[in-house]
């Protein structure tokens, strides 16, 4: 390829950038924030994204985004496939659900849509591994079954009174049979 066609197709076929546009003069910075980590995220730069919603948590701690920005961290850990990592930013989303629930700082509206989507994403993950790593040929995932202990654990720790609790006991009873194994 000649050197001047070769330097047209670089300046045409960029790689994409895991940075959107600069931000306004003047604007909120966490509103900024939001948008190069939704941006990020979209790009499939997931851990970009999950370092920018952490910076968002730094900056304001006392946010009643707070849980938003920790679900976003579980979606993108859990797009990146690390399952170490999605039940570490589980435990974080937890530890925060309940601070929501100890303190009166949050709005109750606040503090039930985060509990919500903690029992929605955890019910998720754990029904979901329970099939994928104790059915059929589980060789390749008795590796991973701590984790999913954990995350049973998890479940049954924040509702005890769940209708799905039942099965989650069921699944971590199955879970200590075939480690017994």
């Known amino acids: 390829m000649r050197p001047a066609v070769l330097l047209l197709a670089l300046a045409v076929c960029k790689p994409p950038s895991a940075a959107p546009p600069p931000p306004e003069a003047g604007r909120d910075p966490i509103a900024a924030l939001a948008e190069t980590a939704a941006h990020q995220a979209r790009k499939g730069f997931f851990r970009e994204s999950s370092r920018t919603y952490r910076q968002m948590a ?13 679900l976003a961290v579980v979606r993108n850990t859990l797009a990146m496939g690390e399952k170490r990592q999605v039940v570490e930013e589980i435990q974080r989303l937890a530890a925060l659900d309940r601070l929501f629930r100890v303190t009166a700082v949050m709005p109750a509206d606040v503090t039930r849509e985060c509990h919500l989507d903690l029992h929605d994403t955890l019910a998720e993950l754990v029904f979901v591994w329970n099939r994928e790593m104790t059915t059929g040929c589980t060789a390749y995932a008795h590796h991973n079954w701590p984790l999913l202990e954990t995350l049973l654990h998890e479940f049954l720790a924040d509702f005890p009174g769940d209708a799905w609790a039942p099965e989650a006991r069921g699944a971590l009873q199955k879970l200590h049979e075939l480690e017994s194994r």
């Open 58 to 70: 730094d900056l304001r701690p006392s946010s009643p985004a707070r849980c938003r920005w920790q």
